[in-house]
Structures are given as structure tokens and as C-alpha cells.
């Protein structure tokens, strides 16, 4: 018989229910990054205990992504001498504007309040700069000034 006149039954028509993606390259994380995933965990331990069947799959995949971050997590300071890196906050004039962005670890990243990925494009072209420095960015070569940096608070 031709697959044309079979029936498919219901089951094939649904969406599959993939795994959360884990960012590449290594789980660094800030102090408040480490926090932010203990937090994670157990708001959806909390919320798993109340959930009907069909709220627990994806609670489950999401504590599956926290529980993964937590255990692959690397706590990482500034550096030591001063320049920009993970884990510094960094005053910066781009465009005519000027800016304080935070390198961060991929869980803890908000764009809109200049909490950058350190993989991220603008994080990267920071990384090892000094105050005063001049930075080649988007195609210029003085496109970035860096005015300050200092490290990021780590809780305790």
C-alpha cells in the first residue's frame, strides 16, 4: 500500500522535546553566578513539588540544565593585575557613549544591563585592556577607549 493512504496516528505529528543546549566552552562563573544557579535549582525543586504531570517534563529538563551547570560550574576571579577579564566591571567610551559593562559567565549575560558573556564579541575585544587604552572594535581601530575597570564584587 502506498504511503499516501496509510494513517498516521497522532504521535508523529508532535513536536520532540529537546534538551536545554549547554553554552560551549568551560562553565566559568562570578560569585552571583554561582548563586544565580543555586537559586535556579531550587525555585524548580520548589515548583517540581507542586507540579501536575504534564508541568514536570519540562521542570524536570530545566533543573536537568541548572543541576549540569552547578556541577561543570568554575568559580573564577578578576585578574590579578587589574586589566579587564572575566569577572571586572569596565568603563568604556564606544561611539561617543559611555558605558560600564560587566564580564560574566554565560548564565548570569543580560545585554540590556551591560552584563556581557565573556564570549561575547564586545566582552572579547575588552579582555587584557588597561585604562587608557585605545581598541580596534566593529572595523575601526580606535572604536573603544577604556576608561576603568575594577573587579566585580564575589559574595562569600
Known amino acids: 500500500m502506498s504511503v499516501a493512504f496509510r494513517r498516521e496516528s497522532d504521535e508523529e ?9 549547554i553554552p560551549a566552552g568551560p562553565n566559568l562563573v562570578t560569585g552571583a553566578g554561582k548563586a544565580l544557579i543555586d537559586t535556579r535549582i531550587a525555585e524548580i525543586e520548589r ?3 507542586k507540579a501536575t504531570a504534564e508541568e514536570a517534563e519540562p521542570l524536570r529538563r530545566d533543573l536537568r540544565y541548572w543541576q549540569t551547570r552547578r556541577a561543570t560550574a568554575i568559580p573564577t576571579p578578576a585578574p590579578a593585575d587589574g586589566s579587564a577579564g572575566f569577572g571586572t566591571r569596565v568603563t568604556i567610551r564606544l561611539g561617543n557613549r559611555t558605558r560600564t559593562i560587566a564580564i560574566v559567565g554565560d548564565d548570569e549575560a543580560d545585554p540590556h544591563a551591560d552584563r556581557l558573556a565573556y564570549g ?19 572595523g575601526r581601530d580606535d572604536a573603544i577607549e577604556v576608561l576603568g575597570v575594577e573587579p566585580i564584587d564575589l559574595p562569600d
Request: aromatic letters at 6%.
Open 120 to 138: 561575547a564579541p564586545l566582552a572579547h575585544a575588552l579582555i587584557g585592556a588597561e585604562p587608557g587604552d585605545l581598541l580596534p572594535f566593529n
Open 13 to 21: 505529528h508532535l513536536e520532540p522535546k529537546f534538551e536545554l543546549p
Open 47 to 49: 515548583t517540581l513539588g
